[in-house]
Protein backbone atom coordinates (compact mmCIF):
# COMPACT_ATOMS: atom_id res chain seq x y z
CA UNK A 1 0.00 0.00 0.00
CA UNK A 2 1.35 3.58 -1.28
CA UNK A 3 0.68 6.60 1.32
CA UNK A 4 1.13 9.83 -0.38
CA UNK A 5 3.55 12.12 1.14
CA UNK A 6 1.75 14.63 3.96
CA UNK A 7 -1.26 11.94 4.66
CA UNK A 8 0.43 11.22 8.16
CA UNK A 9 1.01 14.30 8.80
CA UNK A 10 -2.45 15.60 8.23
CA UNK A 11 -4.10 12.76 10.31
CA UNK A 12 -1.56 13.89 13.15
CA UNK A 13 -2.88 17.17 12.88
CA UNK A 14 -6.45 16.12 12.83
CA UNK A 15 -5.54 14.07 16.30
CA UNK A 16 -3.75 17.10 17.88
CA UNK A 17 -7.06 19.21 17.57
CA UNK A 18 -8.91 18.36 20.73
CA UNK A 19 -11.70 19.92 22.70
CA UNK A 20 -14.97 18.31 22.39
CA UNK A 21 -16.56 19.67 25.13
CA UNK A 22 -17.26 23.38 25.03
CA UNK A 23 -14.04 24.36 26.74
CA UNK A 24 -10.47 25.48 24.71
CA UNK A 25 -9.24 24.12 21.95
CA UNK A 26 -5.70 22.66 21.51
CA UNK A 27 -4.73 23.81 17.94
CA UNK A 28 -0.99 23.77 17.03
CA UNK A 29 0.23 27.20 16.19
CA UNK A 30 2.57 27.49 13.25
CA UNK A 31 5.60 29.62 12.32
CA UNK A 32 4.67 31.46 8.87
CA UNK A 33 7.61 33.53 7.27
CA UNK A 34 7.22 37.36 7.99
CA UNK A 35 5.34 38.09 4.76
CA UNK A 36 2.91 35.23 5.52
CA UNK A 37 2.28 36.66 9.01
CA UNK A 38 1.40 40.02 7.99
CA UNK A 39 -1.13 38.47 5.47
CA UNK A 40 -2.47 36.61 8.22
CA UNK A 41 -3.48 38.98 10.57
CA UNK A 42 -5.25 40.83 8.06
CA UNK A 43 -7.67 37.87 7.57
CA UNK A 44 -11.17 38.58 9.02
CA UNK A 45 -12.71 35.39 10.49
CA UNK A 46 -16.30 34.71 10.44
CA UNK A 47 -17.53 34.65 14.25
CA UNK A 48 -19.92 31.62 13.36
CA UNK A 49 -19.04 28.62 10.88
CA UNK A 50 -21.41 25.87 9.73
CA UNK A 51 -23.22 27.38 12.42
CA UNK A 52 -20.82 27.13 15.14
CA UNK A 53 -19.61 29.49 17.87
CA UNK A 54 -16.24 30.95 17.49
CA UNK A 55 -13.97 29.16 20.27
CA UNK A 56 -10.75 29.74 22.27
CA UNK A 57 -7.71 27.72 20.55
CA UNK A 58 -4.51 27.43 23.07
CA UNK A 59 -1.97 28.26 22.56
CA UNK A 60 -3.42 31.65 21.98
CA UNK A 61 -2.07 32.96 18.45
CA UNK A 62 -3.23 35.42 15.70
CA UNK A 63 -2.26 32.37 13.48
CA UNK A 64 -5.24 29.83 14.80
CA UNK A 65 -9.32 29.68 15.44
CA UNK A 66 -11.85 26.71 15.73
CA UNK A 67 -15.55 27.11 15.53
CA UNK A 68 -18.22 24.26 17.42
CA UNK A 69 -17.73 20.79 18.98
CA UNK A 70 -16.14 18.76 17.72
CA UNK A 71 -13.77 21.77 16.43
CA UNK A 72 -13.45 23.10 13.09
CA UNK A 73 -10.02 24.66 13.29
CA UNK A 74 -7.93 27.22 11.11
CA UNK A 75 -4.68 27.50 10.97
CA UNK A 76 -2.98 30.25 8.79
CA UNK A 77 0.63 30.29 7.60
CA UNK A 78 1.07 27.27 7.22
CA UNK A 79 3.60 25.78 4.81
CA UNK A 80 2.43 23.84 1.59
CA UNK A 81 1.58 20.12 2.18
CA UNK A 82 3.18 17.85 0.55
CA UNK A 83 0.97 16.29 -2.06
CA UNK A 84 0.56 14.42 -5.10
CA UNK A 85 0.84 16.13 -7.79
CA UNK A 86 -2.07 14.33 -9.78
CA UNK A 87 -4.12 15.51 -6.62
CA UNK A 88 -7.18 17.28 -7.02
CA UNK A 89 -7.82 20.18 -5.89
CA UNK A 90 -10.94 21.75 -5.23
CA UNK A 91 -12.00 25.38 -6.96
CA UNK A 92 -14.96 26.62 -4.54
CA UNK A 93 -15.99 30.02 -5.88
CA UNK A 94 -12.59 31.29 -6.97
CA UNK A 95 -10.19 29.87 -4.11
CA UNK A 96 -8.60 26.38 -4.92
CA UNK A 97 -8.58 23.90 -1.62
CA UNK A 98 -6.06 20.86 -1.55
CA UNK A 99 -7.68 18.40 0.40
CA UNK A 100 -5.33 16.05 2.15
CA UNK A 101 -5.44 12.78 2.53
CA UNK A 102 -7.38 12.94 -1.17
CA UNK A 103 -9.21 9.50 0.10
CA UNK A 104 -10.95 10.84 2.64
CA UNK A 105 -10.06 14.58 3.56
CA UNK A 106 -10.00 15.88 6.83
CA UNK A 107 -7.78 18.36 6.06
CA UNK A 108 -8.38 21.56 3.12
CA UNK A 109 -4.97 23.81 2.82
CA UNK A 110 -6.22 27.29 0.10
CA UNK A 111 -3.53 27.30 -2.03
CA UNK A 112 -2.23 29.60 -4.88
CA UNK A 113 -2.53 32.63 -2.37
CA UNK A 114 0.70 34.50 -1.38
CA UNK A 115 -0.26 32.73 2.34
CA UNK A 116 -1.69 29.26 2.96
CA UNK A 117 -4.73 28.79 5.10
CA UNK A 118 -5.97 25.14 6.38
CA UNK A 119 -8.84 23.71 7.68
CA UNK A 120 -9.33 21.01 9.38
CA UNK A 121 -13.17 19.89 9.34
CA UNK A 122 -13.81 16.55 11.31
CA UNK A 123 -16.08 13.75 9.71
CA UNK A 124 -18.76 14.17 11.48
CA UNK A 125 -19.79 17.40 9.69
CA UNK A 126 -20.15 15.47 6.65
CA UNK A 127 -21.83 12.63 8.16
CA UNK A 128 -24.47 14.81 9.49
CA UNK A 129 -25.26 16.00 5.34
CA UNK A 130 -22.93 18.36 4.93
CA UNK A 131 -20.49 18.87 1.78
CA UNK A 132 -16.81 19.95 2.84
CA UNK A 133 -17.62 22.75 0.46
CA UNK A 134 -20.04 24.09 1.86
CA UNK A 135 -17.83 25.05 5.24
CA UNK A 136 -15.24 25.98 2.98
CA UNK A 137 -17.24 28.45 1.30
CA UNK A 138 -17.72 30.25 4.37
CA UNK A 139 -13.58 30.81 4.98
CA UNK A 140 -13.58 32.20 1.06
CA UNK A 141 -14.58 35.71 1.44
CA UNK A 142 -11.59 36.08 4.12
CA UNK A 143 -9.02 34.31 2.45
CA UNK A 144 -10.05 35.86 -0.94
CA UNK A 145 -9.69 39.45 1.03
CA UNK A 146 -7.04 38.91 2.94
CA UNK A 147 -4.48 36.66 0.54
CA UNK A 148 -3.39 37.98 -2.46
CA UNK A 149 -3.73 34.95 -5.67
CA UNK A 150 -0.09 33.80 -7.15
CA UNK A 151 0.58 33.63 -10.51
CA UNK A 152 -1.48 31.26 -12.32
CA UNK A 153 -0.03 27.96 -12.10
CA UNK A 154 1.52 28.16 -8.80
CA UNK A 155 0.57 26.73 -6.02
Known amino acids: MRTLPGVSAALALA ?6 GAGVVQVPVPRPDVAAAELCKRLKLPDKVHGRTRREVSPRSTF ?5 SPAIAL ?10 M ?3 IAVINGVQWLPTPQTRPVTFTAVGRKA ?15 AA ?9 A ?6 EKPEGEL
Open 116 to 130: YVEVTIPHSYTKEGS
Open 15 to 20: ATITGC
Open 133 to 141: GEILMEFNP
Open 86 to 88: RAM
Open 64 to 68: TAAWG
Open 75 to 84: RCGVPLPRHD
Open 143 to 148: VQAAMP
